[in-house]
């Protein structure tokens, strides 16, 4: 089945630092792939999507290629902020040529938390 | 606009109660979800439902039954709870629930401890 897989965390970084949060996937065909944020005591929000091949998301500062090669779609930040600190979950949605089951669901990674000090 | 609401925020119950959780959207999606949340595990899929009538289960469904009679409202429940279902529980719509392509919208979540 599918499957996602993001780096080890925590992940504890310095204001104005590079971040690079790691994401692996497993699916058939190829799926959309989003990142979402979760910001303390909040539900998940979107944060970016890729649809297809070689698409690059972004938003806030933060990006995520879709790469197909290395099933791959790491998030990425020139330059953190203490705002940024969350928890971070990789997901995936089943190509729509998946089987009739692939409704839109989720599977998502096991969230990597973000700590950004001053 | 409210987006997806839910009710409670929080709830303790002991363990072989029922209840029910609340989810609503106002945004005329037609897929629903629900998903759990716990340490380390990320979310998993409890059930879901592309329409009113038309519910199915997810990954994680044991213990749990849901309906759909609206396409507004998507209630959880808990037949007989027990502390394996202490965890956070959010509810999420989307509108392209069809093609996998439609970002799905997060309620603020449901903490709840069995004890």
């Known amino acids: 089945g599918d499957s996602v897989t993001q780096m080890e965390g925590p992940v504890t970084l310095s204001e104005e630092a590079f971040l690079t949060i790691n994401c692996t996937y497993t699916?058939?065909?190829?799926?959309?792939l989003f990142w979402y944020v979760q910001y303390p005591g909040e539900g998940l929000q979107l944060l970016l999507k890729?649809?297809?091949?070689?698409d690059k998301g972004s938003n806030k500062g933060f990006e995520a290629t879709y790469r197909k090669e290395t099933t791959s779609f790491h998030l990425e930040k020139g330059s953190v902020q203490v705002s940024d600190s969350a928890v971070y979950f990789c997901a995936l949605s089943a190509a729509a040529n998946a089987g009739g089951t692939s409704y839109g669901k989720l599977t998502f990674g096991q969230g990597t938390i973000l700590t950004v000090h001053p | 606009n409210a987006g997806v609401t839910q009710t409670p925020k929080f709830q303790v119950l002991k363990t072989g109660q029922s209840m029910t959780l609340q989810c609503a959207q106002d945004m005329n999606h037609e897929y629903m979800s629900w998903y759990r949340q716990d340490p380390g595990m990320g979310l998993r899929l409890i059930h879901y439902?592309?329409?009113?009538?038309?519910?199915d289960q997810g990954e994680v469904p044991n213990g749990y039954n849901v309906s759909r009679s609206t396409t507004e409202d998507f209630p959880l429940r808990l037949l007989s709870a027990a502390p394996s279902q202490t965890s956070v529980y959010f509810c999420?719509?989307?509108?392209?629930?069809?093609?996998?392509?439609?970002?799905?919208?997060f309620g603020p979540g449901t903490r709840l401890t069995v004890t």
């Open positions: 890729a649809t297809k091949a070689d």
């Open positions: 999420a719509s989307s509108r392209h629930g069809t093609s996998g392509r439609g970002e799905q919208y």
């Open positions: 439902s592309v329409g009113a009538g038309i519910t």
């Open positions: 699916a058939t065909g190829y799926p959309s």
